[in-house]
């Protein structure tokens, strides 16, 4: 028998190993402590939290609000970008105005786009696997989170998608959500992981490097740095939520941990901009 460690032996009785973790708060716990919940299985602190539990039919129409939503959105504006080839299409009005453009963040001021960029796609393919990953990962992420902090994660990791586009291609119009997706994968991956689920059974570490394999296939096009930053930035926004969770601080410091990683990653694709428009047009 190995050496029973602090990681390994429930939080309640430190003489008895076990390899079930709270799915609310990450401690570990024995058969004793552990109850069993729609949720997933909860030590006797979290068990007694009044926090709604979510059932299957409340998963499908409360739950995944914010998902649904975002699919909507990207949904409209690729129907309004007129965009309807099945591989990269070309540019369009849509594509000038909000797309993620060095030049025209700083110091052209239009920081929308750090933003707005994430909501267009060029084509029929890229949307429509954006949107089919979108909606499995949100699925899978809205429900445990919450619908606010899952909108926090999904908008930092655009962010950190736009900072990470634009620190390796500056110069050129990038669009599309994927840098929030690679997001959602990667806060996916650590979720995973602190609730004791092997996220390479579960098949979402081999979808992450699929998809980044894919990613660095010669002639697609594809925004390398988006997808880097993105997984980066939604690994730390979840490594954050754990250990707040973990430590059991108060719920709103995890929109402050969110804001922060998305404010960093504005501030960076900002300067970024700027320096990349200095050199490029100096």
Excluded at 67 to 78: D, G, K, P
Aim: one cysteine or more.
């Amino acid at each position: 028998m190995g050496t029973v460690t602090e990681e390994t032996v429930c939080y309640r009785h430190p003489s008895r190993e076990t390899a079930v973790s709270c799915s609310n708060c990450g401690r570990p716990i024995c058969t004793e402590c552990m109850t069993s919940t729609p949720v997933g299985m909860r030590c006797p602190e979290c068990s007694k939290d009044r926090t709604k539990v979510h059932t299957v039919r409340s998963m499908n129409t409360v739950v995944t609000t914010v998902t649904v939503a975002l699919i909507a959105i990207n949904a409209v504006l690729f129907l309004g970008s007129g965009q309807f080839g099945i591989g990269s299409s070309g540019g369009s009005q849509l594509f000038a105005r909000l797309g993620l453009f060095g030049p025209a963040i700083d110091p052209g001021g239009e920081y929308w786009r750090l933003v707005t960029s994430g909501f267009l796609h060029a084509g029929l393919l890229h949307v429509a696997f954006n949107m089919y990953l979108l909606y499995v990962l949100g699925q899978m992420l809205e429900g445990p989170l919450g619908s606010k902090r899952f909108a926090g994660l999904y908008f930092a990791s655009l962010l950190a998608g736009s900072f990470g586009a634009l620190l390796l291609e500056p110069l050129q119009t990038t669009v599309g959500a994927s840098g929030a997706v690679f997001g959602l994968m990667g806060a996916a991956f650590f979720q995973m992981r602190a609730r004791g689920i092997d996220p390479f059974a579960s098949g979402i570490a081999p979808l992450i490097l699929f998809n980044l394999a894919f990613s660095f296939i010669p002639g697609l096009n594809i925004s390398i740095g988006g997808h880097l930053g993105g997984l980066v930035g939604g690994a730390l926004c979840a490594l954050a939520l754990i250990a707040i969770d973990k430590r059991r601080l108060p719920h709103w410091t995890g929109y402050v941990a969110l804001a922060t990683i998305g404010l960093v990653s504005a501030v960076g694709a900002v300067l970024v901009s700027a320096n990349a428009t200095n050199a490029g047009f100096g």
